[in-house]
């Protein structure tokens, strides 16, 4: 399978506790974007890399959230200390090329705190 | 601030209509105009989309209508049939920016 690959598909945990999302996106493509989507919402913007460089993060973003890129290839999204709010779809999708055209999103990772 | 609003918020139409979905914009830098279609627990899947120097652009069954002066850009999906059932996203881009995504429109095909 060639298409964007997220892990895990889905993560139940407590209230306060870490978590590590993974992306691997689509062979040779620079652009990753990390989503979040509610249940009946359009998905929601995080932020960004252009190779390994994070290029954009939202102003909605907590500080708890944070991800990497390193050496441009797979990416990880961790929250800190989650709140039952953080429960949501997250999404990844890539892109080839800074125009970002043709992005593809993968399965996402259902995330729920209890 | 919604960048991209969509409607209508859900959509019932019988197997063989047409299904009309509405999106408007405002920012005209956007350049690139998608859009999804999403499954329950799926992630979504790009359908079609259009760049804004053409008004239209048809693959099979699905065809992107795009007004640059009125800001405005629909899917038309023909004959639709019940495996077209799902929630549909409309979104723009702009170049070095990020894809911002409309609210969703919930489809149903009656058989």
């Known amino acids: 399978d060639t298409g964007v690959s997220q892990d895990p598909r889905h993560k139940i945990t407590k209230r306060g506790q870490n978590v590590t999302f993974r992306c691997d996106p689509i062979s040779e493509h620079n652009r990753l974007y990390w989503y979040r989507q509610t249940l009946g919402q359009g998905p929601e913007f995080l932020t960004y890399?252009?190779?390994?460089?994070?290029?954009?993060k939202s102003r909605l973003l907590s500080d708890r959230f944070s991800a990497e890129r390193p050496k441009g290839s797979f990416s990880t999204l961790e929250i800190q200390r989650t709140e039952q709010g953080d429960s949501a779809m997250y999404l990844c999708a890539s892109s080839l090329g800074s125009s970002g055209t043709e992005a593809f999103f993968g399965q996402g990772t259902r995330l729920t705190v209890v | 601030q919604q960048q991209v609003k969509q409607s209508p918020q859900s959509l019932i139409v019988q197997k063989g209509g047409i299904s009309i979905i509405n999106c408007a914009y405002e920012n005209t830098a956007f350049d690139y105009f998608p859009w999804y279609q999403q499954f329950p627990g799926k992630g979504p899947a790009l359908l079609i989309a259009?760049?804004?120097?053409?008004s239209e652009k048809k693959e099979g069954r699905f065809t992107i209508s795009f007004n640059k002066s009125a800001k405005q850009f629909s899917l038309h999906i023909m004959d639709s049939q019940p495996g077209d059932s799902a929630t549909y996203f409309c979104?723009?881009?702009?170049?070095?920016?990020?894809?911002?995504f409309g609210t969703g429109t919930s489809l149903t095909v009656i058989p």
């Open positions: 890399f252009q190779n390994e460089a994070q290029l954009e």
């Open positions: 979104a723009a881009f702009a170049t070095g920016n990020q894809f911002y």
């Open positions: 259009i760049r804004p120097d053409v």
